[in-house]
């Protein structure tokens, strides 16, 4: 078992526990007893998650003398917004839920995203515990308490940074991802090697054969490590003012990307794109080598991730982002494998 603490200086304390076990599902209600988040449990999830975890999940926490209730909303992207928000409200306040209750977010980046923003605001605020299902959400959304919901004109633009009380990953749940899912989620791993740790990049390389095959001594290896550096950016810049801002690599082409694909291209796809992208600008402007771009995009290919779109977003496109600030937009740029910089361009 590995637990990683995130740390964080807020004026509320909201330091909470990382950890990292194949079966720690199993261990969940000795946690929840100990802890006394809530008197009973909302667990939100989506309809696939549901079907194949969610019930079963629901049974085993009241086997334990653990009160819950299992919500769940269709599955997808298109799922993650506001009407999706104010269904899930009005179904805890008809089972009775309040303020005393805590909510339990079961499933991918849709998932967590949602059940953590609606933890943010329901009753103007209740705890909510993340399981992450996916490899995407285990690396990535589950830590660090960005949430929201997306609107018609953009991804995420309605949301609140609110922090979890723990989050449970349990490795037992890659076994039954398509390979899809994995390649999704290798795109947010290969992107923290990319801005943060040069060895984390070289062993993903060195290692194909055995993370497509979800060797779990590499994969805890590669988790383990894509988890400390983002809880070790979050401990410094928890709101998203400075450094945390480097975590956005790949994401402000991305974000467009997924949107013009109709949210039919995954998450990681659309960030794959993203930075081979960045990388483009950044070797234009001279602030990357062009090896160092071409290595990254050759391991965004070996694992089949794309790397082309048959658009690329205009300055003017990108500028419905929540990363703009007046009329300049964050753009992220590695310097080299293992370091990167943001760098501001106009977008109008």
Known sequence: MTEIKVNLKSAVNNSYKIIIENGITQEIPKHLKKMKLGNKYAIIT?????KLYGFSFARFLKNNDIECELFSFPEGEKSKNLKTIENLASQMIEKGFDRKDAIIALGGGVAGDAAGFLSGIYMRGIPCIQIPTTLLSMVDSSIGGKTGVDLITGKNLIGVFNQPKIVFIDTHYLKTLPKTQIRNGLAEIIKYGVIKDSKLFTLIEKNLSKILSLEPKIMNKIIEQSVTIKATIVEKDEKENGERMLLNYGH?????????SGYKLLHGYAISIGMVLANRIAVEKKILD?????????????????????????????????????????FIFPTKIGKAVIHKEKCL
Do not use: C, W
């Open 252 to 260: 402000t082409y991305g974000h467009v990307i997924e949107k013009l």
């Open 46 to 50: 989506d309809s696939k998650v549901g």
């Open 290 to 330: 062009q090896k160092s771009a071409d290595k990254i995009r050759n391991l965004l290919a070996k694992f089949e991730l794309p790397i082309a779109t048959m658009k690329i977003p205009t300055l003017k496109e990108l500028g419905s982002d929540k990363k703009k600030h007046g009329d300049k937009i964050n």
